[in-house]
T-cell receptor, first 115, second 111 residues
Framework: GENVEQHPSTLSVQEGDSAVIKCTYS??????FPWYKQELGKRPQLIID?????GEKKDQRIAVTLNKTAKHFSLHITETQPEDSAVYFC??????????????FGKGTKLSVIP | GAGVSQSPRYKVTKRGQDVALRCDPI?????LYWYRQALGQGPEFLTY????????KSGLPNDRFSAERPEGSISTLTIQRTEQRDSAMYRC?????????FGPGTRLTVL
């Protein structure tokens, strides 16, 4: 099955700096890669995703890049703000038949933005 | 519109009791997933429904766990003869295409 590794496990940045979180996956058939933000005590919220036919996607201050050859993808947050502080999860999925896109998650990165 | 809802939000039970956890997906979402999330970890897949059909149950840890979605909307995850190791946050997610939207979860504590 799929295995997703995520680094770093914790990340502290100064407000206004950039943050980068990296993930690798094992199944070359994986074709959809979402990122979720989870604030303390809240549900995971989808913030951006990328499909395997795209190398990069950007939405305001966040961007995701995908390198299919190396089987890794990264989340980039620019001009970080205190409200960006949360745990971020990457995930990968491969279509497993009958409509199932079960997600395999990384272990999460706790991002702290220091004012 | 309304997001995914789950009930109860918290459940405390004694070892050996059965529990039923409910998920109400976003209206019109045909796909429904159950995940389990341990503290400090990412969600782990349990089972998947396409409408009322359970088409992937490869993540259910053992036969004490079962799930149903009889009318293709609300789903129930049942854990029989609960054990302390079953304590976790149980989340469901619904989806129309690839994007999965998570519910608030049920925090299950087995004493």
């Amino acid at each position: 099955g799929e295995n997703v590794e995520q680094h770093p496990s914790t990340l502290s940045v100064q407000e206004g700096d950039s943050a980068v979180i990296k993930c690798t996956y094992s199944d070359s058939a994986s074709n959809y890669f979402p990122w979720y933000k989870q604030e303390l005590g809240k549900r995971p919220q989808l913030i951006i995703d990328i499909r395997s036919n795209v190398g990069e996607k950007k939405d305001q201050r966040i961007a995701v890049t995908l390198n299919k050859t190396a089987k890794h993808f990264s989340l980039h947050i620019t001009e970080t703000q205190p409200e960006d502080s949360a745990v971020y999860f990457c995930a990968a999925t491969v279509y497993s038949g009958a409509g199932s896109y079960q997600l395999t998650f990384g272990k999460g990165t706790k991002l702290s933005v220091i004012p | 519109g309304a997001g995914v809802s789950q009930s109860p939000r918290y459940k405390v039970t004694k070892r050996g009791q059965d529990v039923a956890l409910r998920c109400d997906p976003i209206s019109g979402h045909v796909s429904l997933y159950w995940y389990r999330q341990a503290l400090g970890q990412g969600p782990e897949f349990l089972t998947y429904f396409n409408y009322e059909a359970q088409q992937d149950k490869s993540g259910l840890p053992n036969d004490r766990f079962s799930a149903e979605r009889p009318e293709g909307s609300i789903s129930t995850l049942t854990i029989q003869r609960t054990e302390q190791r079953d304590s976790a946050m149980y989340r469901c997610a619904s989806s129309l295409h690839n994007e999965q939207f998570f519910g608030p979860g049920t925090r299950l504590t087995v004493l």
